[in-house]
């Protein structure tokens, strides 16, 4: 299974007289607060991205998910 990966659309950020290249503000939403309470407002591109990984990561810890699980309850009933 292939890893996923995030496009890099670089971007020139700056402050305080001091400039960097980010290749991942495109995903900041300013309606972080409304994505949130609503999922589907989550942009399409970012949506997909989360879904591969976390398929990605399922598949490589599916061996574990017994243990996991077994895990979980313990903690749940303390």
């Not at 305080?16 to 900041?28: C, G, K, M, T």
């Not at 994505?35 to 598949?59: A, I, M």
């Amino acid at each position: 299974m292939k890893i996923p990966q995030l496009k890099k659309k670089p971007e020139i950020k700056s402050c305080h007289n001091i400039s960097w290249e980010d290749n991942y503000s495109w995903i900041h939403q300013n309606n972080i607060l409304e994505v949130l309470k609503d999922n589907s407002k989550l942009l399409p591109e970012v949506k997909k991205y989360l879904e591969e990984e976390n398929s990605y990561t399922e598949f490589h810890l599916s061996d574990t998910k017994k243990t996991r699980n077994h895990s979980g309850k313990r903690f749940k009933h303390r």
